[in-house]
């Protein structure tokens, strides 16, 4: 059953960022770009300053070698996959599809370095090399954008219907897939120490406030970058998170995710009066 759940995880990943592709222009892609001073403070708000506040964290507070894994995995998995569908009342979409294929190509790079070097430092076990983590962000991620970006190109009209249906899909599927799998694997969210749910509940309240203070000028880029912050990379979070020993870390991916998508819906609808 578990495994399953997490090809259905995966699936729905791979799905929603193919339908995120199919509603991307090239020069919704190239946005960020255009801006420099814009890009490198929401990629040093999510590739830097996020990871450097979970590893102080798992320095400071004493938590158990489950929720350590899970800080790592949570801190090296930056991106922001499944902004388009949450953020689409914002008026960002330049700069949130900017910021997907961006974070996305980032992510190569970044994964395997702060894995490699961190996975070391805390003493955690981690079976993945750096070949492995860029075959998968390219297989589940560039791929899939490139998809439905040349589905777009060739069939506009039909590729923006289509895609609408398979995000909705795809949505509560991975919700569906995420809530049974806490639901089957709960006796690993009862133990929970509560310096461990401390940290995780920490790691996303901060996630919040950097993406709020590096996103510019306008509001809703504002918004956008810190729920990107704080929800991390769903893709990647389970690719690196199925490397590690034992299935309580993705348990807890899982439930940070859950918890995130539930507290940043909060955050965005405050942020949208």
């Known amino acids: 059953m578990t495994e399953t759940l997490m090809i259905l995880l995966k699936v729905s990943v791979v799905a929603l960022i193919a339908c995120v592709g199919a509603g991307t222009s090239p ?3 190239t946005y960020l770009w255009r801006r420099p001073g814009l890009l490198l403070r929401s990629l040093a708000a999510m590739y830097l300053l996020v990871p450097l ?3 102080g964290l798992v320095l400071i507070i004493p938590i ?19 902004l388009p569908k ?3 009342k914002l008026n960002s979409q330049e700069y949130i599809f900017s910021l997907l294929i961006t974070s996305s190509l980032v992510a190569i790079v970044a994964v395997p370095l702060w894995t490699a070097l961190l996975g070391a430092y805390f003493d955690v076990t981690v079976e993945l090399s750096e070949s492995k983590v860029l075959s998968d962000i390219a297989k589940t991620i560039l791929l899939p954008i490139m998809i439905g970006m ?3 190109a060739i069939f506009p009209v039909w590729s923006e219907r289509l895609s609408d249906r398979v995000i909705t899909i795809a949505g509560v599927v991975l919700a569906a897939s995420g809530i049974i799998l806490l639901v089957i694997h709960r006796e690993h969210l009862v133990g929970l120490t509560w310096q461990g749910v401390l940290a ?14 590096l996103g510019g000028p306008n509001r809703d880029d504002r918004t956008a970058l810190a729920i990107a912050c704080a929800t991390r990379h769903v893709g990647v979070a389970l690719i690196v998170a199925t490397e590690f020993v034992g299935v309580r870390t993705v348990v807890l991916v899982v439930a940070y995710f859950v918890t995130a998508f539930i507290v940043s819906s909060i955050y965005l609808t405050w942020r949208r009066r």
């Open 150 to 152: 040349g589905l777009r």
């Open 53 to 55: 506040f979970a590893f």
């Open 27 to 29: 020069s919704e892609l």
């Open 200 to 213: 995780l509940v920490g790691l996303l309240v901060f996630a919040l406030f950097i993406g709020q203070l």
């Open 64 to 82: 158990e070698r489950g929720v350590k894994a899970a800080m790592l995995v949570l801190a090296v998995s930056a991106g922001a996959p499944l």
């Open 86 to 88: 949450r953020l689409k």
